[in-house]
């Protein structure tokens, strides 16, 4: 159901290039566009997917993922609190929710998520986090809370480190950085395949 190599990318192209690659799930995370090229590119994300049998997990936008009948949406917690869960599951879509405390795991499992993200298990360059860094053990504590949902690690994450995640009881390592900004990003991916689908 879940892959443990999770790239998330900021639009469409990046979903076109690595999914033939051999990437099996993937987030497609859009900002700040209109909502003509929202749908455009979830569909075009959508479509790519669904070509190679790989999961499209759209990143916030849970109306536009029911219309274009995707089939992953993943909500923050602010995305959360005004979601309606109720319409997304009606719709069959499964649902990853983010997760930084304690107290924004039982909001998240208060809706019965498909899986639960934690992080950032390390400092991240890419965007301010208001939390300080998880760590191994707070991933660990985490796997026992969840009961048997899969658990994504998120944040500050290297081949090396996602490797270490997955030893620790992440069933996936979610990454930005090293994928978008590598310089040869769709090799990346493929050493990523290689080395975490060999723990599995």
Known sequence: MIDPFYPVVPDSNWVARLVPAGVAFVQLRLKDKPDSELRRQVR????VCTKHG???IVNDYWRIAIDEKCTWVHLGQEDLVDADVKAIRRAGLKLGVSTHDHAELEKGLAVDPDYVALGPIWPTALKQMPWAPQGLDRLREWKKLIGGRPLVAIGGLTLER???????GADSAAVVGDIVNSPDPVAQ?????????SLT
């Open 162 to 168: 996602a490797l270490q995640c997955l030893n620790a």
């Open 189 to 197: 991916a493929k050493a990523w395949i290689a080395a975490t689908r």
């Open 54 to 56: 790989a999961h499209l």
């Open 44 to 47: 075009e994300a959508r479509d």
